[in-house]
Structures are given as structure tokens and as C-alpha cells.
């Protein structure tokens, strides 16, 4: 049947060489955004490498110029068949970070892909060059198969700054939201839950850092002296955090918790292990919030992280009461917590704990709002099925990543359902030397990708 010679296809371009030779070419861009001295192969990876393939599928395409000065530019690409028919967006990035030339280990480069066993290293091979190049060859072979008709329409983002931040994407959203405008998100970054277990992750945590700080005076006095008679910051500091957190993990303002966790979020979760990898550290069954899994925890429930704390010199201690503490905490959150209550909440439980006196430095930021699609949302049971279809056993749902991804602009200001599906794992080395994708998990990834383009040609929910 068509729907497993598309699958066939795509996968066959593996055993052909032919994506191996699509993926060294776009390696060797070093498109690494976070060095100025690089900004014209950003440019280059979206005009040499992007645009004809998209033209070569019937795709327009616009480079946009990022309304951040100095910043990497965006890709627009359009295909539409049938204005009736389901449009999907597909995101990806171009940008790299640093290379790390000298930091690789002996016979690999981060600039040309040298495959070894089951795996296959050079920078952007993971995060996101080949993440993307899979989704766009398994789309080029499912219009292939259905004779030059894919059956929906499909717009297509790329973004040149994501390691830097994705400076401009919600601008670009914002300004662009008619030509963006689609019923659904399809896109890949990230880990799999791990190796071996097709994912879908459906939105990601938020991270708010608050700096804390408390100057007493404006320098220290002898312990021996003042010590029983003057207020200790490092003291205060450390009863101020307690009240918040307390000493198996557990968060204790009132106002920084996350509504119930409804029943699809518990669900989706309930079947998932946390950990396990090779080089993950073991997880303590008796941290965090009480009443939990460790999944439901991760996923499914909002943390109060201690990033850094200091007052006077723990490698050189003085017989003084320190002048002033500082604490840097981090709340990281699941959807449906209000982020702006966050500051009001630790300022009002200060107080009323009689720790006034512990100022909110002005270090507090948003860097990336909880997203978080409903797992009962028919488009997650669509995709969940199709990929069961190709690979013959279910995908794991994970309401949201731990960690963060700029899905806060494709589920807020493009208002659109969000499917990532990941086609790497946690031990890939990205952002450090030795970066990889395991051919495995690439196999996986061309064949159900086509899987998914396919059914969106012929069973796509209504929207
Ligand atoms: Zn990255």
C-alpha cells in the first residue's frame, strides 16, 4: 500500500547514502550563531541549502531580515494545494552553537559528519540539522509517492538564532501570523524520552530566576565581637530560602504551586521513567514534592530550584559576620501557573515569614512561559496512532519537557496545536563536543515522519 512506500522511501534514503550526503553538506555550514564572526553562513545555510530544496518541492520562499538588528534571518516557505485542506507549520533551526573545534575528541570535527557504528558526529547532526533534514526528506518522499500532491498544505519556518535565544521569532510571528497561520505545529528538537521510545512532547516547562539579596551594612564586623548581637545575613538568607523550600525538596509558597494536575496531564504521565540513560545521575525517591511519582514531578508539577547562593568566602572563611547574602532561586513551572504572580507570591511569603528584609533583586526575568497542548487534544491521539501504526508499538506523551523550547510563540501568539517529535536522546552531546544522532533513531525518524505526512493527507482531525 502507499502509505508503506512512502515509508519505504524515506527510510531508503538512508540505506542509500543519500541522507548521509544531505547531512554532511548542511554540517559543513558553520552556522554558529552565538559568533558574530559567522553571520553570513547563516544567510548562506537558508539561500544554498534551504531554498532549493523547498523549491524543488513547489514550496515560495522569502527570506525575512530579522527585525533584531544584527541577528540571523528567518525562512518563509508556502505550499498550498487546497485552501479547504489542513495546513501544517513546520519549525526548525539552522543555528548551531559554538563549534568547539579543539575540544573534539581525536578524529572527529564538528564541521564534517563522520559516522562510527550506529552513530554519526559533527555538530548540528542532533540540534537541528538533521532533526529538520528529516522532517523535509520524509516530506519530499510522501509527495513523491502521492504524485506530486502531498493532500494538505504546508508552511514552513526556519529560524537562524534559537541557540542565541531565538531573537525575533515573536516578532516575526506576530507580524507574519497570516502567512503562519495554520492548524497545526510539527516539529522536532530535543531529546526522546530516551533512545528506544518514539515521543511526542507537547509543550515545555517555564524557568523564572529570582535573585534574592540582603545587605545588613556595608561591611563585616568580627563574630567574636558582634557575633550574637547583630543580624547575620548569610543566616537570614539561608532561613529565608528554607521557608520556601524546605530540606527534601518540597515548595512551600502557597502562591507558586500549579493548579490540580488534571486527569489527561496524570495519564500521559503515568506510563513514563525518568531517568535510566547511561549518564543520567539517579533520581532520589524521597525528593520533591510529596505524593508524587518522579514523573509527575518532572512533567507535571513546578520546582523551586536553589541555582546559586553566597555570603563571604566558603574557600576562606574569617572569624566575621558577613556584611550581606545573595541567592539566586529558579521556580520552574508547568502550564496554568500565572508567571506575573510569581515575584508578587515570594514577596508576600517573605514577609509574612518576617524575612522583609530580603530584597527581589532586579535580576528577575521570564525566559520561556509554560506551553503544554491538553494530551486529550485529538490531534495527540491522531499523531499517537500514527506512529504506533509505523513502528508497531505506541509513542510516549510527555505533556511537556522539563526544560525549555520557544513553543510559547507557535502555542500562544500563533495559537496552534503543538506536536514535537524528537528524533534524538538525552546523551547526544549537544551544545558540547562529540554531538551525534544515532542511526537507529534517525531510521525511526524518516519512517514515522513519513508516516505522519502521510495520515495528514488522509485522516486529519477537523479542525
Ligand atoms: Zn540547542
Known amino acids: 500500500m502507499s502509505r508503506d512506500a512512502a515509508i519505504q522511501a524515506s527510510t531508503s534514503l538512508l540505506d542509500s547514502g543519500a541522507f548521509l550526503e544531505e547531512l554532511s553538506r548542511r554540517v559543513a555550514f558553520r552556522s554558529e550563531s552565538q559568533n558574530p564572526a559567522s553571520a553570513a553562513e547563516l544567510d548562506r545555510y537558508l539561500v544554498e541549502e534551504m531554498q532549493p530544496e523547498l523549491h524543488a518541492m513547489g514550496f515560495t520562499t522569502e527570506i525575512v ?4 538588528p544584527n541577528r540571523g534571518p528567518f525562512l518563509i516557505a508556502q505550499r498550498i494545494e487546497d485552501p479547504a485542506a489542513p495546513t501544517v507549520l513546520i519549525y526548525g533551526h539552522g543555528d548551531v552553537v559554538h563549534g568547539q573545534d579543539a575540544a573534539w575528541r581525536e578524529g572527529l570535527s564538528p564541521w564534517t559528519v ?32 502521492r504524485g506530486g500532491k502531498l493532500g494538505f498544505n504546508a508552511k514552513v519556518l526556519l529560524e537562524m538564532g534559537e541557540e542565541s535565544g531565538s531573537p525575533g521569532l515573536a516578532a516575526i510571528c506576530r507580524d507574519r501570523a497570516a502567512e503562519l497561520k495554520a492548524d497545526v505545529l510539527i516539529a522536532s528538537d530535543g531529546p526522546r524520552l530516551s533512545a528506544d521510545r518514539a515521543t511526542i512532547f507537547l509543550g515545555s516547562r517555564g524557568a523564572f530566576n529570582v535573585g534574592l539579596e540582603y545587605k545588613a551594612r556595608e561591611r563585616a564586623y568580627h563574630s567574636g565581637n558582634w557575633g550574637g548581637v547583630i543580624r547575620n ?18 515548595l512551600k509558597v502557597e502562591g507558586l504551586l500549579p493548579p490540580p494536575m488534571p486527569n489527561s496531564v496524570r495519564a500521559a504521565i503515568s506510563g513514563l521513567t525518568v531517568g535510566g540513560g547511561e549518564t543520567d545521575p539517579a533520581i532520589d525517591e524521597d525528593w520533591g514534592a510529596e505524593g508524587l511519582t518522579p514523573a509527575e514531578r518532572l512533567f507535571g508539577w513546578n520546582t523551586l530550584e536553589v541555582l546559586a547562593m553566597g555570603a563571604g568566602n566558603p574557600d576562606a572563611p574569617m572569624n566575621a ?25 515570594i514577596r ?42 509505523t513502528l508497531g508499538r505506541p509513542p510516549a506523551i510527555l505533556p511537556n519537557i522539563g526544560g525549555s523550547l520557544p513553543n510559547h510563540v507557535f502555542a500562544d501568539i500563533l495559537g496552534l496545536p503543538t506536536l514535537w517529535v524528537p528524533h534524538s536522546y538525552a546523551a547526544c552531546s549537544q551544545h558540547a563536543p562529540d554531538e551525534h544522532v544515532l542511526v537507529p533513531v534517525v531510521r525511526e525518524g524518516l519512517a514515522l515522519m513519513a508516516g505522519l505526512f502521510w495520515d495528514l493527507g488522509e485522516n486529519a482531525p477537523k479542525a
Open 114 to 145: 563522520t559516522p562510527e557504528g550506529e552513530r554519526w558526529y559533527g555538530r548540528g547532526t542532533a540540534d537541528n540539522k538533521g532533526q529538520h533534514g528529516i522532517n523535509l526528506a520524509a516530506l519530499r518522499e510522501v509527495l513523491a509517492v
Open 65 to 68: 531580515p530579522n527585525s533584531v
Open 321 to 345: 559576620v558577613p556584611n550581606a547574602a545573595k541567592a539566586t532561586v529558579q521556580l520552574r513551572y508547568v502550564a496554568g501557573t500565572d508567571a506575573s504572580a510569581i515575584v508578587p507570591a
Open 348 to 389: 508576600a511569603h517573605l514577609d509574612a515569614h518576617g524575612f522583609g528584609m530580603v530584597q527581589i533583586a532586579e535580576s528577575d526575568r521570564e525566559a520561556s512561559p509554560a506551553t503544554r497542548l491538553d494530551p486529550d487534544s485529538p490531534w495527540v491521539r491522531w499523531a499517537s496512532a500514527s506512529i504506533a501504526q
Open 233 to 250: 545575613p548569610a543566616t537570614v538568607m539561608a532561613n529565608a530560602i528554607a521557608s520556601m523550600v524546605d530540606g527534601q525538596g518540597r
